[in-house]
């Protein structure tokens, strides 16, 4: 597709195999609405990124630190190629401008596009990796995305919200949070759940996810930034 060879220029990675390149930008949503399309969805492409993505970082981390303990590592990693920090790379990049979708699929801009985008960068460096190998790979997770390691590290955002907020909350107001579900909805494959987080019987935060434990990590996210803490 002409419109790949705008992003091709803009990342100045150029593949040799386009399909493979526009295929990590179809989600399944596309296929149904445009079934001669040619390629399939996205989904197997992520699943070897995911793998490609996890090693480059490993190493990486491995190679840099030879400091710090296995734990802390682990913390740093999960930090780095979570959904949160992988979409906002992708938008950065300007990934957003290329998804194939559904119409339906295209006005969602809550966590449903947090999600894709996520899921995008990994496909993208599945893609690549079956294009060219290992080091553009390598490459280009160095150049958008280990790059905000420092801050990561800087600012303790590699240990979980829920932890962090429990700590500050103890420290603040001598209350340990307490989180109910407020909403869940959609079925048991794909359920995703609104839940709130509360001191002393105040509500402070809601947060979103489609588990419970990634809804209460949201919501103690949002809960911290609430208190300016």
């Known amino acids: 597709m002409e419109e790949f060879g705008k992003l091709e220029k803009i990342i100045d990675v150029f593949f040799e195999n386009k399909d493979l390149l526009s295929q990590a930008f179809c989600h399944r949503s596309y ?9 399939g969805n996205n989904e197997r492409l992520e699943f070897l990124g995911d793998a490609v993505l996890e090693l480059v970082v490993t190493e990486y981390l491995y190679n840099n630190y030879s400091d710090k303990p296995e734990g802390e590592l682990t913390s740093w990693r999960a930090s780095l190629v979570n959904t949160r920090i992988l979409s906002e790379t992708s938008k950065e990049i300007g990934f957003d401008d290329f998804l194939l979708l559904s119409k339906g699929e295209s006005k969602e801009n809550g966590k449903a596009r947090q999600f894709i985008l996520a899921d995008t960068f990994e496909a993208f460096l599945g893609a690549l990796y079956l294009d060219q190998g290992y080091n ?58 609104v839940m709130g987080v509360f001191l002393n019987e105040e509500l402070t935060a809601k947060g979103n996810g489609s588990s419970k434990q990634e809804a209460e990590e949201d919501a103690a996210r949002v809960a911290l930034e609430n208190k300016n803490w």
Request: aromatic share 14%.
């Open 31 to 39: 296929l149904n609405e445009n079934p001669e399309f040619g390629l």
């Open 136 to 193: 553009p790979c390598r490459d280009f997770i160095k150049k958008y995305l280990i790059k905000k390691l420092p801050v990561i590290i800087e600012k303790g955002l590699f240990k979980d919200f829920k932890s962090t907020f429990q700590e500050k909350s103890q420290e603040h107001v001598g209350a340990t949070p307490l989180y109910k579900v407020l909403k869940e909805w959609g079925p048991d494959h794909a359920k995703e759940f």
